[in-house]
């Protein structure tokens, strides 16, 4: 494992299949990235395959989408996962949200197995633990901002004197205290984000999981609802987000990165500057590339 200018970075540099190996070794008693802070979601060696499996190798029809995959997060953490297209970071969110379940390991979120959970202990965990932010806001059409948020809070039976007080706050710390009486059709597609934003974190999760948030918005829209999520990170959500841009990640206090469906590295931003997390975070994608070029020149010969 190297260590440069505060970042823990194990395996990125090595342009070899050691790299994720070495993750795979460690994935299991991987730092949560907070000294001392609570675990609040446990990776366990998870797998998935699609496809089925012959008694005879060579009769195999399976596709390895994760390979033994291990992490933690802590409580108050903001992380990002990245890997190239195929790498196996849908899939792992898809876990994560109970969307899809793992082959084999466990996943264990609040200090609840998820990879257990059936029928109504499952929806009601969805319902109170996960907080969900999409590419596509998914707001409802007939429904304001305002009555998008309370939705979530509605759908809890939180107390309904409470129910103001929490959309308004969420909604401040979002800025989108100016759109709450508009409906989705006069918002802009930064503002729509942010209000999904407010609906995922308003009921105050376990974990907000988030798809390509900024996937469909301009460059100051993304910037914006970035900045929001740091805010919501800053007053104690715990953030996981999926994302191809580089740029969007130096948003994040910790990379994990994923290749070929295993670990292949993290970075941990530890008080550094945007600037500097974003050079780093595109030297280990570049390494990444151009290991995976390697492979396959080698293949070639």
């Not at 969900?132 to 939705?151: K, P």
């Not at 919501?232 to 070929?260: E, P, W």
């Amino acid at each position: 494992m190297g260590c440069k200018d505060g970042f823990v970075d194990w395996g990125a540099t090595n342009k070899t299949s050691a790299p994720r190996r070495r993750a795979d070794e460690r994935g299991a008693n991987m730092s949560n990235g907070k000294h001392g802070a609570t675990t609040v979601v446990e990776v366990r060696s998870i797998s998935k395959r699609y496809g089925t499996e012959a008694r005879k190798r060579a009769e195999a029809n399976v596709t390895q989408a994760l390979d033994r995959v291990s992490f933690t997060v802590a409580t108050g953490e903001f992380v990002g996962i990245m890997g190239p297209s195929g790498s196996g970071k849908s899939t792992l969110l898809n876990c994560l949200a109970t969307i899809d379940t793992p082959s084999s390991g466990q996943i264990v979120i609040g200090g609840r197995t998820i990879t257990d959970m059936r029928g109504k202990e499952l929806s009601d965990f969805r319902r109170n633990d996960l907080g969900f932010i999409f590419q596509d806001a998914n707001l409802l059409d007939t429904l304001t901002a305002y009555e998008n948020i309370a939705l979530a809070l509605t759908i809890q039976k939180t107390p309904a004197r409470e129910i103001d007080t929490r959309v308004r706050e969420a909604a401040r710390t979002l800025g989108i205290e100016d759109v709450l009486e508009k409906h989705p059709f006069q918002m802009s597609g930064g503002q729509r984000q942010r209000v999904a934003a407010a609906r995922a974190t308003v009921t105050r999760p376990h974990l907000v999981l988030a798809d390509e948030p900024t996937g469909a918005l301009d460059s100051k829209s993304a910037r914006q609802l970035l900045e929001s999520l740091e805010r919501l990170n800053a007053q104690g959500a715990t953030i996981l987000m999926v994302t191809h841009d580089s740029m969007s990640a130096s948003y994040c206090g910790r990379i994990i990165f994923i290749k070929d469906g295993r670990l292949y590295g993290e970075l941990r931003r530890q008080g550094a500057d945007r600037a500097t997390f974003h050079h780093h975070i595109v030297g280990v994608v570049t390494d990444m590339s151009d290991a995976e070029g390697e492979e396959v020149a080698a293949h070639a010969c």
